[in-house]
């Protein structure tokens, strides 16, 4: 039986997503332009750009989902969403929205992706979750494909104080608050949604197991981000013990 | 699939894929990392990175 708090904040999660996915769309059309520009190779730039479409696509599989639950369908977003401090250089600002993009953004996705289809069972969710799972791999590679042609023309070094930042940015204000009331259901995982401390718990695992190694792989100090970590760990004890 | 295991997937298969790459000739850009595009902070009080899944 799923209560009327639960049902609410999956039909909120898919909506938000509806808005993740029409937003990605833009940024990604915007990183193929901006890579185009780069020098970038041409196999980025074209992977950036079908990013794009993916993400056009995939929201319109959000959109199914919402009328499948009779749930309101949100306009797309229409902003295209820059994320990188105006103090960096023009090649660090490009470096740095395709660090936050896919190297942390489409990650953590395809971190949550993996997540649910361990737990889905319906056939058409399993379906979406499938087709999904399948492009985010190749936004979440774009990126590190792409910092392996920056590494030999520019310094990386930049983005260890930055990632936290990322990080945060990510995760959004409310990941590592205390889980209002419907959001930490198991019941959740059978509308596509993962509850709020499997989220808390998958998103930090992801950026130790992955993001990370990642970074260290490139040279990139991960010290910064670690100490974020630690503090998003100490918040959560807490709650933990009471538990 | 585990989480560790997107390392392999996701990070080494994106740096395959860039070393792959890198024997090929670039886009003809002007290598200026591209113009700065609009709400550069984010614009909607979720500054650092786009929200994901």
């Given at each position: 039986m799923v209560d009327e708090h639960t049902r609410r904040h999956a039909d909120r999660v898919w909506a938000a997503r509806h808005g993740v996915e029409t937003g990605a769309a833009l940024r990604f059309g915007s990183l193929s332009r901006r890579m185009l520009q780069a020098g970038a190779p041409e196999a980025l730039v074209e992977l950036a750009a079908r990013a794009s479409h993916d993400e056009t696509r995939h929201a319109s599989r959000c959109a199914d989902i919402l009328r499948i639950r009779h749930a309101e369908i949100p306009p797309p977003e229409t902003r295209l969403l820059e994320y990188a401090p105006?103090?960096?250089?023009p090649e660090e600002r490009l470096t740095y929205e395709v660090v936050a993009q896919s190297c942390v953004s489409e990650t953590e996705s395809m971190a949550t992706l993996v997540t649910l289809l361990d737990e889905a069972r319906d056939e058409t969710l399993k379906s979406v979750l499938h087709e999904l799972a399948r492009d985010e791999v190749q936004h979440a590679r774009l990126g590190w494909g792409y910092l392996t042609w920056a590494r030999e023309r520019m310094?990386?070094?930049?983005l260890a104080p930055l990632l936290p930042v990322m990080a945060n940015g990510t995760a959004g204000p409310d990941l590592f608050r205390p889980p209002p009331p419907g959001t930490d259901e198991p019941t959740l995982y059978q509308a596509g949604v993962v509850p709020h401390s499997d989220r808390q718990r998958v998103y930090l695992e992801t950026l130790e197991s992955v993001v990370i190694p990642g970074m260290t792989e490139y040279g990139v100090d991960t010290a910064p981000l670690r100490q974020w970590m630690d503090r998003q760990h100490a918040a959560l004890a807490p709650a933990a013990v009471g538990a | 699939m585990k989480i560790k295991k997107l390392f392999q997937v996701l990070v080494l298969g994106g740096t395959t894929l860039g070393l792959g790459l890198a024997a090929c000739g670039g886009s003809d850009g002007n290598n200026n990392g591209g113009q700065q595009q609009t709400l550069?902070?984010?614009?909607?009080?979720?500054?650092g990175g786009p929200p994901g899944w």
């Open positions: 105006p103090t960096l250089s310094d990386l070094a930049f | 550069p902070d984010g614009g909607h009080g979720n500054p």
